[in-house]
């Protein structure tokens, strides 16, 4: 018999593609989610962007009704999402919401024309309940393509797309409000960069390995073997094992932990652009670009992680465990401290605050490794419901953040009302991290056998569980 390595197929084959393929969705997804934050900047003050097109005169409520309406309709599709993919698989559902993304952002100029920021809101909120799909998808679809050994690889370069998106948002999004397409230009732009993608996901997709044109045999019997699926294994209904899945710490811990990475998030994207604006007097256009700043940062950080992690688990220093906990801990820890000290700042520091916000971001960086990947490890053939539910969770706090910052900051220009949210978001981050710590685990839970729920298995079931509590409990005096 041969090796992992004679057998796994070319060193760069087609679960690197839908890696690609996964990275450029939310790339192109992101840009479209986040690029209202400079558009509302450049609508509300034609003196910083192209002055040729309408300025609207909309209060502080009204732009965080804005900012948080996309969050209403992105929570609602979450759990859905998580039934839709296992019925209908990643390649149609996931081509669904980026298609009506690209189709709705071409409709947003018209629409504001005639209905205001309230007919913004309610686009946002549409294009909010197509997106809520997304996640759920991408995690299904890592699931069915990334052998162990790979997933490190394939899903932290499918994830910093999200980094991806949000420089590209930030960045392009002012040039473009400058440039002679205006303000709706922002609009344009990301409706031809979805519609782009998705000719190439109809083209090269695959729900999984068996079912692509494109995979060689080698490559292809090294996944399912390395996943331990027999053939026809993808045709199968696993059922889904609620009560376990709700009565598992682990899976609080996650769900904890994602939660306030989502609270820290919308923070950072959506209200970065109007802290530079209202604190540090910083015009759209050199706004826009240093607001991209931290997520360059992060992009190029989460390859760095990438090669630590392959490192340590390569020279096997500590176990996956460990390894997650560690980066995770980094990566909130760090920028809850960078975000106190970003509230004491002024117009007169702004060199030092760009460089704050900066370090903050590409910390965070470590999260895609720390946590988000935990979920395939603990139950690849649940990850895309369990991604649904910590996703669905996760974002009720992106829907609230705007609205409480609408509360809190009366005054855009006030340092003082802005350190409060920067340092909720620090208490937010510590708390996140420190239930992960005392409960997370990477171990694949008992639950996600195939025949965990089967009738004859009943007291097998018992066995596993408490087999597996032995296994954590010895893991931890080690």
């Known amino acids: 018999m041969g090796t992992d390595l004679e057998n796994k197929g070319p060193c760069l084959g087609i679960r690197h593609l839908q890696a690609v393929l996964l990275f450029l969705a939310i790339a192109v997804n992101y840009i479209a989610r986040l690029n209202v934050s400079v558009a509302v900047v450049a609508m509300t003050d034609a003196a910083t962007s192209n002055p040729d097109f309408p300025e609207y005169d909309w209060s502080e409520a009204q732009k965080s009704y804005i900012l948080s309406s996309f969050y209403w309709g992105y929570i609602v599709t979450q759990f859905p999402a998580g039934f839709l993919v296992r019925r209908y698989g990643a390649k149609l559902v996931l081509f669904i919401p980026t298609f009506a993304t690209a189709l709705l952002s071409c409709l947003t ?211 996956l465990t460990t390894l997650r906990k560690s980066i995770n801990t980094i990566s909130y820890w760090g920028p809850a401290a960078a975000l106190i000290g970003i509230g004491f700042l002024d117009k007169s520091q702004t060199s030092l605050a760009i460089a704050l916000m900066t370090i903050n971001a590409g910390l965070n960086a470590g999260s895609g490794i720390g946590s988000i990947l935990t979920i395939i490890d603990m139950s690849p053939n649940h990850s895309g419901m369990l991604m649904a539910i910590v996703n669905g969770v996760g974002n009720i706090f992106p829907l609230l953040t705007p609205l409480l910052v609408g509360v809190i900051v009366t005054e855009p220009s006030s340092r003082t009302q802005w350190q409060i949210v920067f340092a909720l978001t620090a208490i937010v981050f510590f708390i996140g991290n420190l239930v992960y710590i005392i409960w997370g685990t990477t171990d694949q839970q008992p639950w996600d056998a195939v025949d965990f729920l089967k009738p004859r298995d009943a007291e097998q079931q018992q066995q596993q569980l408490e087999q597996w509590k032995e296994k954590s409990k010895s893991e931890k005096e080690i």
Request: proline residues 5%.
């Open 109 to 319: 100029p018209v629409c504001i024309s005639w209905g205001g920021w309230l007919a913004f809101s309610v686009l946002r909120l549409i294009i909010g309940l197509f997106q809520g799909l997304i996640f759920p998808c991408i995690h299904e679809h890592l699931a069915k393509w990334s052998p162990p050994k790979d997933r490190n690889r394939l899903g932290v370069f499918a994830y910093s797309g999200s980094d991806c998106g949000s420089v590209m948002a930030m960045a392009i999004s002012g040039l473009i409000a400058e440039s002679s397409l205006g303000w709706p230009g922002i609009s344009y732009v990301s409706a031809g960069l979805c519609g782009i993608w998705c000719i190439l996901w109809l083209l090269l997709a695959a729900d999984n390995a068996p079912s692509s044109r494109l995979i060689g045999d080698d490559e292809r019997d090294y996944i399912e073997r390395s996943m331990r699926r027999n053939d026809g294994f993808h045709d199968q209904k696993i059922a889904i094992p609620w009560r376990a899945i709700w009565t598992s710490a682990p899976f609080y811990a996650l769900l904890v932990v994602r939660s306030a990475q989502g609270w820290a998030n919308s923070t950072m994207q959506l209200q970065t652009p109007a802290y530079m604006h209202g604190v540090l007097e910083m015009d759209i256009k050199s706004n826009a670009l240093y607001s991209a700043l931290p997520f360059l940062a992060m992009w190029c950080m989460s390859y760095v992680y990438l090669a630590i992690a392959d490192l340590i688990m390569a020279r096997k220093w500590m176990s």
